[in-house]
């Protein structure tokens, strides 16, 4: 089993509409995770850093579920822009802050 | 403006050849690592130093070396002992704690 494991879609979505996609990760000792946007051929940009109460930032909402050791992204109000591929990363600081990616969600936003 | 460089963006080069991709930051961050990336697939870490004159292997550091004499620098080379070269590679650095990472631009390395 891979430590970090994300749905790789791609996820079709209406212009407008909702997208959620999860993340699960196998080190229940897991102790800071965060969302990245990666475009096509560029470098990852930090989306979100994902907080155990889970938190909102414009149309991007967070959650974090310890029980079941999985985080999700939801997206409301879909935009053209929204296009691109989402990776969660998980850190365990212990190990030397090693933070470990899941392979990305695809997403794709159609008119 | 604070951020992290890495260059050049595109290097090709000739199989059996080494090659040192360049990554510098201005952010006083005292972490910094490398991640490859092939296509349509994640991250995965190759080295990474948490402090000046200290690195750590990461999952996949067979056919790289690093150094870090400077706390700005951590250049990676890429030695013919790699056997699958050919990659995107990405530069990253954060600060203490559980500071989420900062990425360079990357570089494309072509071998053939």
């Known amino acids: 089993r891979k430590e970090v494991e994300q749905d790789p879609g791609p996820f079709n979505v209406p212009e407008g509409a909702t997208v959620a996609f999860n993340c699960t990760y196998s080190n229940s000792a897991s102790q800071s995770f965060f969302w990245y946007r990666q475009d096509c051929r560029k470098e990852p940009k930090l989306l979100m850093s994902v907080y155990s109460s889970g938190n909102e930032d414009g149309r991007f909402t967070a959650q974090l579920n310890r029980a079941s050791q999985y985080i999700s992204l939801l997206i409301r109000d879909s935009k053209l822009s929204d296009s691109a591929t989402y990776l969660c990363?998980?850190?365990?600081?212990?190990?030397?802050?090693?933070?470990?990616f899941g392979g990305g969600t695809r997403v794709l936003v159609k008119p | 403006d604070g951020g992290i460089t890495q260059s050049p963006k595109y290097l090709f080069r000739k199989e059996g050849q080494n090659v040192t991709l360049s990554c510098e930051q201005n952010?006083?961050?005292?972490?910094m690592y490398w991640y490859r990336q092939d296509p349509g697939q994640g991250l995965r870490l190759i080295y990474y130093s948490q402090i000046v004159n200290d690195f750590q292997k990461g999952d996949i550091a067979e056919g790289y070396s690093v150094s870090r004499e400077k706390k700005e620098s951590f250049p990676l080379t890429v030695t013919s002992a790699q056997k699958n070269p050919t990659a995107f590679y990405l530069c990253a650095s954060s600060g203490t704690g559980a500071s989420p990472l900062h990425f360079g631009n990357g570089t494309r390395l072509t071998v053939t």
């Open positions: 952010l006083n961050h005292d972490a």
């Open positions: 990363v998980v850190a365990y600081w212990a190990a030397g802050n090693k933070l470990t």
